[in-house]
């Protein structure tokens, strides 16, 4: 394990089962991505002050594989804001074991764009919403 720790704040945790594995007996990718585009999803609509949709996905690295039972933390902040769209920055770390070792395990960038009640884009607000 490295010394690198979590970059933005934690938005989602959530147990890797073992209906969710691989041929290979690992969780299977597309989940980890699921769980990181729902977190990305709580992010970004938080700043837009409404409905967002993923876009795009950017820069997706998988660095290491994530087990059965490991407990699966993504953090993530707001990268860029621009008219219609913003950028969130995600990294997804697993607490592993008795000792709960900490591993990044992805990385990657998510784009959104904000979305009006007809689906259509919308401006992203100037002001960020107050914080609870």
């Given at each position: 394990?490295?010394?690198?720790?979590?970059?933005?704040?934690?938005?989602?945790?959530?147990?890797?089962?073992?209906?969710?594995?691989?041929t290979a007996g690992d969780i299977f990718g597309g989940w980890v991505l699921s769980q990181m585009d729902i977190a990305g999803g709580i992010i970004a609509a938080e700043r837009a002050q409404g409905r967002v949709a993923t876009v795009a996905i950017n820069?997706?690295?998988?660095?290491?594989?994530?087990?059965?039972?490991?407990?699966?933390?993504?953090?993530?902040?707001?990268?860029?804001?621009?008219?219609?769209?913003?950028?969130?920055?995600?990294?997804?770390?697993?607490?592993?074991g008795r000792k709960s070792a900490r591993a990044k395990v992805t990385e990657g960038v998510f784009t959104f764009v904000a979305l009006d009640e007809e689906g259509r884009p919308?401006?992203?607000?100037?002001?960020?919403?107050?914080?609870?």
């Open positions: 394990m490295s010394d690198e720790k979590p970059e933005g704040e934690v938005i989602l945790r959530t147990l890797a089962m073992p209906r969710d594995v691989n820069a997706m690295k998988f660095i290491r594989p994530v087990k059965v039972g490991d407990v699966l933390c993504i953090y993530g902040e707001v990268e860029r804001v621009g008219t219609t769209s913003l950028s969130v920055r995600l990294g997804a770390w697993v607490l592993r919308k401006p992203v607000p100037e002001n960020e919403p107050p914080q609870p």
